[in-house]
């Protein structure tokens, strides 16, 4: 106890560990968890790619269709818009000054994200499933 | 203003344009760039799972001489990002924050991602053309 004599906080407040902002560490650290995650998923994202880059449909599809890069797509989907929401976050609540447009900014680019990582999630399951043309 | 003699912080246009700035407002300006270009990834998807026709379409789109342009754009951003990224989680253990090893790290971000953006789009046009 004596390192935290000095300590005028609660020791509530102290386990909590949600700071003056309520909200804690979560959001930095699911940024860098996200990062550290898109280093891997995105080198795999962009050799593959360029070993496709002159595949015809039917070749890019069976490729998408096998089990580990669908996996890895989808993986590389939601993590990549989840990376993408936590960063633009951040620039909107530096940048946007007048409370509700901040506001909209923000819950407009969680939709938009939800509603194309779920887009690309289908997108890969049809393929992968063989189900649609 | 309130009359004070304390120094007021310089505004933007005094500072000598330096790299760690660049880098900075490069890694928030390639975010906010690879932001927008997550949708050409999901259009991809969709495009393969939508049949040929909607994917030639799309193949057309991103062969066209805009969509090169952009292709070159999103990959140097890419990869700047991901350099530069990489360097803010060595920072975040707390290395690195020198003012000579900061200014270096800065160039290597900088260098290293002009460098794989090179490299791939000469692996591109080598094995024959774009698209």
Redesign the interface.
């Known amino acids: 106890m004596s390192a935290n004599a000095k300590d005028l906080r609660h020791p509530l407040k102290r386990a909590r560990g949600l700071g003056s902002a309520q909200s804690g560490v979560g959001h930095w650290w699911t940024q860098?968890i996200t990062?550290?995650a898109?280093?891997l998923l995105?080198?795999w994202f962009?050799i593959t790619v360029?070993s496709l880059?002159?595949a015809d449909?039917a070749t890019?599809?069976a490729a998408?269709a096998k089990p580990w890069n669908a996996l890895l797509?989808i993986l590389f989907?939601v993590t990549?818009?989840w990376h993408?929401v936590l960063?633009?976050q951040v620039?909107i609540e530096d940048y946007v000054h007048t409370r509700w447009k901040e506001v909209v900014l923000l819950v407009a680019i969680k939709f938009l994200a939800v509603l194309?990582?779920l887009?690309?999630v289908?997108?890969?399951l049809?393929?992968a499933l063989g189900v649609?043309? | 203003m309130a009359d004070t003699r304390r120094p007021l912080s310089p505004h933007m246009q005094i500072y000598k344009w330096q790299v760690q700035m660049v880098t900075s407002i490069l890694h928030r300006a390639t975010g906010i760039a690879l932001a927008v270009g997550t949708l050409l990834v999901v259009w991809g998807l969709l495009a393969l799972a939508g049949g040929e026709s909607h994917f030639d379409q799309f193949k057309t789109c991103i062969g066209s001489p805009l969509g090169i342009a952009l292709l070159v754009g999103w990959s140097w951003a890419l990869f700047y990002h991901l350099c530069n990224g990489i360097r803010h989680l060595v920072q975040d253990t707390g290395a690195g924050y020198a003012i000579p090893q900061f200014v270096r790290s800065s160039w290597l971000s900088v260098i290293v991602s002009l460098v794989l953006v090179i490299l791939v789009w000469a692996w591109v046009l080598t094995t024959g053309g774009a698209a």
């Open positions: 860098r990062a550290a898109l280093i995105g080198v962009v360029l880059l002159h449909y890019a599809k998408v797509l989907i990549m818009f993408a960063g633009l620039v194309c990582a887009a690309g289908l997108a890969v049809r393929i649609g043309p």
